[in-house]
């Protein structure tokens, strides 16, 4: 049996999982986006399910103002009796917390910040067997910062009573290299009794890197792996299809077989706009060290796990198979109405949402974007509802009325990476009927097409991106009909082209920077006016155009791969 890389594709960056029973559960860092750290569950490593989001109340994270690679870093999901608990920083305010919940899909609590004693970022949690619960993180070096990037591991005991740390700090590890920079993301295990550190190591770029260290005692001193790096593709060069790879968190399936999930970049052409996704690979351990896809040592496009002992994962993947389940379908393609007063959990929005601007379920039917004045380029809330880029090929497309005669207010679809690097494609009504398309590259907008327009207020918006272009389409529609009921383009109107072969890379990771991946979804804005009126979206649909070169976690036993062949 074949387990499919990525199996998260799309910006799912810096993995945590745990298991509890048959289901794995793993969450992802989100940064500026709201609601933040998505959490899913799978019972075969393969097919994931998102089952809700930890901060889905403005009143467990402030987001405000915050730039799109700030915001919440790299948490860790872990269940100790009864309770699943989740820890993670806001580097946008209030520093690293935990909050709680008796269901992994909750409501979780509202957030238990630790205070200045709890310093740095990507913390995580390990329950030891005496049930103390130990808090490990990284931070500055306490002996003294040398250079950018001269930081430490460290260990203290967390009164989970409290909430707070106790006890001494204790700094353990400093990097397994010489000036090492960026040691991060530590996670915390106890095996065959020798406690084990993994932590990344070389900066979230081409260096990144996976390191393994151990030691007898909780606090040191540990000795590192070595045959570190224990994973990395900074020797495979920039060619190679999956790159960036680093921050790994292990789990074990309950028949002593080991996996290791972490996060990787597939750049296309030396750019990459899907961010950094989750990718999986097997362990074994060797000598008292795990060895990551022994004797391949790299990331592969499928995971074989044929050979796993009494693999209880190999009977669900051949049940999903079986089964098809629809979050299984990794041809990611759906259409979305808006009959219910909630989001899709898998829909982003860019900050703190304000109360009434962005209504679900609105006349029982529309995605509703009331008039606000904030733009993308503003580290503001703006009217922005968006699905990650999930393929290299794929086509968004929707519906929308314009409520409103006012001059400036718009409509349309965005293409985001950050405040100051995204494509806007907008619907106005007034002075004129008309659409725009938009480049934002350096916080500079661009005016790059422009088409009037029969009058009306309705219109469709369609997006095709081919690898790293994008092409342009609208038409006006006489009479709303969801999608679906017809594909035929005569029945509304030819498709206008507005542009073809837009090129995308200004939104690339190596071009705009950060720490995020593309988004495309619904935006609104009165451009800088406030007022009345209001935007309805009907329907907003993603599907994939080609198949990938490299999957997105699709299960295919071997029968079925020289099928599809």
């Known amino acids: 049996m074949m387990i499919r890389n990525p199996i998260l594709s799309g910006f799912y960056p810096d993995p945590s999982i745990c298991r509890v029973g048959e289901w794995f559960y793993m969450v992802n860092s989100t940064f500026a986006y709201f609601p933040g750290i998505p959490v899913f569950r799978s019972r075969d490593l393969a097919c994931w399910e998102q089952i809700g989001n930890v901060l889905e109340r403005n009143s467990q994270v402030s987001l405000e103002g915050c730039g799109h690679s700030e915001g919440i870093y790299a948490p860790t999901i872990r269940y100790y009796e009864g309770v699943y608990y989740v820890i993670a920083t806001n580097v946008s305010g209030g520093g690293n917390f935990i909050v709680t919940a008796r269901q992994p899909e909750g409501p979780?609590?509202?957030?238990?910040?630790?205070?200045?004693?709890?310093?740095?970022?990507?913390?995580?949690?390990?329950?030891?067997?005496?049930?103390?619960?130990?808090?490990?993180?990284?931070?500055?070096?306490?002996?003294?910062?040398?250079?950018?990037?001269?930081?430490?591991?460290?260990?203290q005991k967390l009164d989970l009573e409290r909430m707070e740390l106790v006890g001494e700090s204790h700094p353990v590890l400093y990097g397994f290299e010489k000036n090492a920079v960026w040691p991060e993301g530590p996670h915390l295990y106890k095996k065959d009794g020798w406690y084990y550190i993994l932590h990344a190591e070389g900066g979230t770029e081409r260096n990144h890197c996976i390191a393994a260290a151990r030691s007898r005692e909780v606090f040191g001193p540990y000795e590192y792996c070595p045959a570190n790096p224990i994973l990395t593709h900074r020797h495979l060069g920039k060619d190679y299809p999956v790159t960036c790879v680093g921050h790994g968190d292990l789990t074990e399936d309950g028949q002593g077989n080991w996996y290791m999930v972490m996060l990787g970049s597939r750049p296309e052409m030396g750019y990459t706009l899907l961010g950094r996704e989750t990718f999986l690979a097997k362990v074994v351990w060797e000598d008292g060290w795990p060895v990551v896809n022994p004797g391949i040592g790299r990331l592969e496009t499928s995971v074989d796990i044929s050979g796993d002992s009494?693999?209880?994962?190999?009977?669900?993947?051949?049940?999903?198979?079986?089964?098809?389940?629809?979050?299984?379908?990794?041809?990611?393609?759906?259409?979305?109405?808006?009959?219910?007063?909630?989001?899709?959990?898998?829909?982003?929005?860019?900050?703190?949402?304000?109360?009434?601007?962005?209504?679900?379920?609105?006349?029982?039917?529309?995605?509703?974007?009331?008039?606000?004045?904030?733009?993308?380029?503003?580290?503001?809330?703006?009217?922005?509802?968006?699905?990650?880029?999930?393929?290299?090929?794929?086509?968004?497309?929707?519906?929308?009325?314009?409520?409103?005669?006012?001059?400036?207010?718009?409509?349309?679809?965005?293409?985001?990476?950050?405040?100051?690097?995204?494509?806007?494609?907008?619907?106005?009504?007034?002075?004129?009927?008309?659409?725009?398309?938009?480049?934002?590259?350096?916080?500079?907008?661009?005016?790059?097409?422009?088409?009037?327009?029969?009058?009306?207020?309705?219109?469709?918006?369609?997006?095709?991106?081919?690898?790293?272009?994008?092409?342009?389409?609208?038409?006006?529609?006489?009479?709303?009909?969801?999608?679906?009921?017809?594909?035929?383009?005569?029945?509304?109107?030819?498709?206008?082209?507005?542009?073809?072969?837009?090129?995308?890379?200004?939104?690339?990771?190596?071009?705009?920077?950060g720490f995020v991946g593309c988004t495309a979804g619904m935006y609104a804005s009165g451009n800088g006016r406030a007022g009345d009126g209001y935007v309805d979206f009907a329907w907003f649909s993603y599907k994939v155009l080609k198949k990938q070169s490299i999957g997105s976690g699709a299960v295919i036993e071997e029968t079925e791969k020289r099928a599809a062949r």
């Not at 500055?140 to 040398?146: A, P, T």
């Open 310 to 513: 009494e693999s209880s994962i190999e009977s669900c993947l051949k049940e999903a198979a079986k089964e098809r389940l629809e979050f299984c379908d990794q041809e990611h393609s759906k259409t979305y109405t808006f009959e219910n007063e909630e989001l899709p959990p898998e829909f982003l929005l860019l900050r703190n949402p304000k109360e009434g601007m962005i209504l679900s379920g609105a006349e029982g039917a529309f995605l509703r974007m009331n008039r606000n004045p904030a733009v993308l380029k503003e580290q503001a809330f703006p009217c922005y509802a968006a699905l990650r880029f999930r393929d290299r090929s794929f086509e968004v497309e929707t519906e929308l009325e314009l409520k409103t005669d006012s001059e400036g207010h718009c409509g349309g679809i965005a293409l985001v990476q950050s405040n100051d690097w995204h494509f806007r494609l907008e619907c106005y009504t007034a002075p004129q009927t008309k659409v725009r398309l938009t480049a934002c590259q350096g916080g500079k907008d661009t005016a790059l097409g422009e088409l009037l327009l029969e009058a009306g207020r309705r219109f469709q918006l369609r997006v095709i991106v081919d690898g790293l272009y994008a092409s342009f389409f609208c038409r006006t529609a006489e009479k709303s009909f969801h999608k679906g009921d017809s594909q035929d383009p005569q029945i509304e109107g030819d498709w206008k082209t507005l542009m073809e072969k837009v090129d995308l890379r200004p939104l690339s990771t190596e071009n705009a920077g």
């Open 108 to 155: 979780w609590s509202e957030p238990y910040f630790l205070g200045e004693k709890a310093q740095g970022i990507d913390p995580s949690l390990f329950f030891d067997e005496d049930g103390s619960c130990y808090y490990i993180g990284q931070r500055e070096n306490s002996r003294g910062s040398r250079y950018f990037g001269d930081c430490e591991i460290w260990i």
